[in-house]
Structures are given as structure tokens and as C-alpha cells.
Nanobody, 118 residues
Framework: QVQLVESGGGLVQAGGSLRLSCAASGRDIKLDDMGWFRQAPGKEREFVAAITRFRTITYSDSVKGRFTISRDNAKNTVFLQMNSLKPEDTALYYC????????????WGQGTQVTVSS
């Protein structure tokens, strides 16, 4: 059973950047497809980005060109670099194992809060 711990969230002004990290333990995730999704209060869960074990990547249209997903298998960690942040990016961000490519997640962490002020 993999445990996923997200970190790196915080409060940032519009136009700023944050880098989220997702550290995995209990399982080597190098053979897994991994991804990020987010959920804002009162809204549906929204897919953000995913990366396969072969580093094929896909993004939602809402973050394409601003966010970058990456992975460091040696550190058993997945990252989400977020640039040009907008207030509408405010949400709880979750990292998870992708069970169905690209936006069906089988397991995920507790999330890290990202708040973007205007």
C-alpha cells in the first residue's frame, strides 16, 4: 500500500509560482502512472495533470502552458511546478496513482492547499 504525502502549497499572489511535491512511501512508484487533481470548495474534483512511467504527460486545458508535472524516480517523488497562478487555481491539490489513464485515480494523499490571491 502506497502512502502519498503532498507538500509545497501555500498562499501566493496572482502571477506567482509554487512547486508541489508528492513523496511516496511503502511502494516504489517508478512503475506507476501518477498525477495531480484538485478540488475547490463547493466544486467537483478536477483533473490537473498526469505522467506515465514512460514520462508521457497530459494536462487539463485549464493549466496547459502554466503547470509542469515531473517525476524523480530515484526520490520516489512527483512534482507539480505551477507558474502564472490565477485565483481560479485556488484549491486543495492531491497527488495520486492513476488507475485509469489519465484521470481515474486509485489512491491519493491528504492534499496540500493552494490559495491564490488577486
Amino acid at each position: 500500500q502506497v502512502q502519498l504525502v503532498e507538500s509545497g502549497g501555500g498562499l501566493v499572489q496572482a502571477g506567482g509560482s509554487l512547486r508541489l511535491s508528492c513523496a511516496a512511501s511503502g511502494r516504489d512508484i517508478k512503475l506507476d502512472d501518477m498525477g495531480w487533481f484538485r478540488q475547490a470548495p463547493g466544486k467537483e474534483r478536477e483533473f490537473v495533470a498526469a505522467i506515465t512511467r514512460f514520462r508521457t504527460i497530459t494536462y487539463s486545458d485549464s493549466v496547459k502552458g502554466r503547470f509542469t508535472i515531473s517525476r524523480d524516480n530515484a526520490k520516489n517523488t512527483v512534482f507539480l511546478q505551477m507558474n502564472s497562478l490565477k485565483p481560479e487555481d485556488t484549491a486543495l491539490y492531491y497527488c495520486g496513482r492513476v488507475a485509469g489513464w489519465p484521470d481515474q485515480f486509485g489512491s491519493w494523499g491528504q492534499g496540500t492547499q493552494v490559495t491564490v490571491s488577486s
